[in-house]
């Protein structure tokens, strides 16, 4: 076997496919989320488009079986440190349209704050258990309780319901990411299929969400 095909041996066969497609849905929304934007709040939401376009793009690459092992490596760094700094592009549209100047501000510092520490330990320390990845992840991802009264006034019944559900499919992936489960059809769609769908299924619920406040502020 190749050096660099070594490390892929036994990756299931749809590994990184569902994010490969997810990126080019995600570039479409994006482009008509934008459109959609009034010009005055295209600064936060072109920020949370790049987050969700770089996000399922790096993860659809890394994922890929075509890297040589050194390659893989550093796009491994880039993949997890990615999905912090998304963590807070999808903040940066809520905090900044739902929140407000004072609260929104303070909120919004935080979880940046907290995602460049998440994303520099990608970086630093990239062969970190993956039960301090996720618990990174959610720690970072559920920094909105801290608004979470502003938060229902602001976002009503449908939007808290889209943000909650969101988070609940963010968590239940990261758990599963950590225990490695369910492998639910042995070579073809694994534990980490089951994760990357839900990443999907969580981000399309908080799309939907950031789409409801930039048509309310158009």
């Given at each position: 076997m190749a050096p660099h095909a070594a490390h892929l041996s036994g990756k299931p066969r749809l590994r990184g496919v569902s994010h490969v497609a997810?990126?080019?849905?995600?570039?479409?929304?994006?482009?008509?989320?934008?459109?959609a934007a009034p010009t005055g709040i295209i600064v936060p939401v072109a920020v949370y488009v790049c987050g969700l376009v770089a996000l399922f793009t790096v993860s659809g690459l890394y994922h890929k079986p075509m890297w040589s092992l050194r390659m893989r490596q550093q796009l491994k760094r880039l993949d997890h440190a990615t999905i912090f700094v998304f963590?807070?592009?999808?903040?940066?549209?809520?905090?900044?349209?739902?929140?407000?100047?004072?609260?929104?501000?303070?909120?919004?510092?935080?979880?940046?704050?907290?995602?460049?520490?998440?994303a520099l330990r990608a970086v630093a320390w990239p062969g970190a258990p993956r039960a301090v990845s996720a618990a990174l992840?959610?720690?970072?991802?559920?920094?909105?309780?801290?608004?979470?009264?502003?938060?229902v006034a602001a976002l009503g019944g449908t939007g808290m319901a889209l943000l909650i559900a969101g988070g609940v499919l963010y968590t239940t992936g990261a758990v599963l990411y950590a225990l490695r489960w369910p492998d639910l059809v042995p070579g073809?769609?694994?534990h980490?299929?089951?994760?990357?769908?839900?990443?999907?299924?969580?981000?399309?619920?908080?799309?939907?969400?950031?789409?409801?406040?930039v048509v309310g502020a158009a």
């Open positions: 997810a990126a080019f849905v995600a570039l479409a929304a994006g482009v008509h989320l934008l459109l963590i807070a592009a999808t903040y940066t549209p809520v905090c900044v349209l739902a929140l407000g100047a004072e609260g929104g501000k303070r909120l919004l510092m935080a979880v940046w704050i907290g995602a460049a520490l998440g992840y959610v720690a970072v991802g559920w920094l909105a309780i801290a608004g979470f009264s502003a938060l073809v769609f694994g980490h299929e089951v994760f990357h769908v839900l990443v999907i299924a969580a981000a399309t619920c908080h799309f939907v969400m950031v789409r409801g406040l």
